[in-house]
Nanobody
Framework: VQLQASGGGLVQPGGSLRLSCAAS????????MGWYRQAPGEQREFVAV???????NYADSVKGRFAISRDNAKNTTYLQMDSLKPEDTAVYFC????????WGQGTQVTVSS
């Protein structure tokens, strides 16, 4: 199983980015799909998750600004990030859970003017 994350970049405060994470390999059914992030010098922290049934959960710091979704036909999850703030700057890691957890390689998001 491999995960390929994309969509990171440099954006001004108040801007938007959309991250994608596509899973490939021997996959029958994905349970949870989600995102964590890690800022320089900080621990990795939870951002958002979407279950196989479509339920979502978000970190308090991103509620109302970020939206997670998934396309089961493509084994892909998306993270729409709006109203970005400098404190959202981090490397964003996607993951899936199919019994075990699998992680993507991370994509850099930088929010700066």
């Amino acid at each position: 199983v491999q995960l390929q994350a994309s969509g990171g970049g440099l954006v001004q405060p108040g801007g938007s980015l959309r991250l994608s994470c596509a899973a490939s390999g021997s996959i029958f059914k994905i349970d949870d799909m989600g995102w964590y992030r890690q800022a320089p010098g900080e621990q990795r922290e939870f951002v958002a998750v979407i279950t196989g049934g479509g339920s979502t959960n978000y970190a308090d710091s991103v509620k109302g600004r970020f939206a997670i979704s998934r396309d089961n036909a493509k084994n892909t999850t998306y993270l729409q990030m709006d109203s970005l703030k400098p404190e959202d700057t981090a490397v964003y890691f996607c993951y899936i859970r199919i019994g075990f957890f699998y992680w993507g390689q991370g994509t850099q998001v930088t929010v700066s003017s």
